[in-house]
């Protein structure tokens, strides 16, 4: 009899096996972030639940440390800051959460990341709607098939499964590669 953690590797061995195809785009994806920060520009992440833990997650790597100690790069992640997250949900809604931070945050030459295991999270893509209005550019780490989100970004990182656990397992991977990318590009490393 398997326990639980065996299956849960197996499938997720399983997915990592079929993620090849995703070496272009994650690459790509690396490129564009690596030169906007570059000329000066930032990384913001969006998403929800897991997807915001991610998203803080990946911004730390980036304003931290990722391989080894070097100047910190300007990332954020639009889920941390509360009484935003509060005051937009209640005066606008929940929807308008992340575009409202967008349009007020993001420039011309930044880079929004948004990230969801769906594709179809309703504020991540008003948040992208709005990074487009300000000339930015959007990855999408996303799940399933892609949602509407994937027709949405300019690089859209679709991880084809319909586990939620497995698909943000694969974002974490993927999003520590996109940071050792970024570090690479930039001679950081």
Known sequence: MSTLFLNNLAEQAALLQTLQHLDAAVSHAASITAHA??????????????????????AAELTGRFIKDRKPLAALALSTDTSALTCIGNDYSFDEVFARQVQGLGRAGDVLVGI??????????RAVEEAHAAGMQVIGLLGRDGGA?????????????????????AHILIGHTLCGLIEQQLGLV
Not at 149 to 164: F, H, K, N, R, W
């Open 116 to 125: 969801s295991t769906s594709g179809n999270s309703r504020n991540v893509i």
């Open 149 to 169: 989100l994937g027709e949405l970004c300019d690089v859209a990182i679709v991880v084809p499964s319909p586990v939620t656990a497995r698909i943000q397992e």
């Open 37 to 58: 920060l570059q000329l000066g520009g930032k990384l913001m992440f969006c998403g929800n639940g897991g997807s915001a833990a991610d998203s803080q997650h990946l």
